[in-house]
């Protein structure tokens, strides 16, 4: 299964790093995503990175403050966020999916706020 951690209170204009690690299974060739959920808001894809050429695609709100990295020797994905905005709290979410497995962490709580 998946554990997201490295969620907290930050203030505005600050940084966190989030990590994704899947326990008892390799990472290998899957679909990392990173999504987000705010209270009273749909869940929102956030950032993903190939699991075959290690491409990455971010969504434009996110775009050059969101870095998505991943080291398949460690079975981790990590989200690099800076600069961040109190619009970015909610709760983060690790999503991989390869064929038809599709697996969910339990998500991390990110807070922005002064």
């Known amino acids: 299964h998946l554990v997201e951690s490295g969620g907290g209170l930050v203030q505005p204009g600050g940084s966190l790093r989030l990590s994704c690690v899947a326990s008892?299974?390799?990472?290998?060739?899957?679909?990392i995503a990173w999504f987000r959920q705010a209270p009273g808001k749909e869940r929102e894809g956030v950032s993903a990175i190939s699991g075959s050429d290690g491409s990455t695609r971010y969504a434009d709100s996110v775009k050059g403050r969101f870095t998505i990295t991943r080291d398949n020797a460690k079975n981790m994905v990590d989200l690099q966020m800076n600069s961040l905005k109190p619009e970015d709290t909610a709760t983060y979410y690790c999503?991989?999916?390869?064929?038809?497995?599709?697996?969910w962490g339990r998500g991390t709580q990110v807070t922005v706020s002064s």
């Open positions: 999503n991989a999916v390869r064929g038809t497995s599709n697996y």
């Open positions: 008892g299974s390799s990472l290998d060739y899957y679909a």
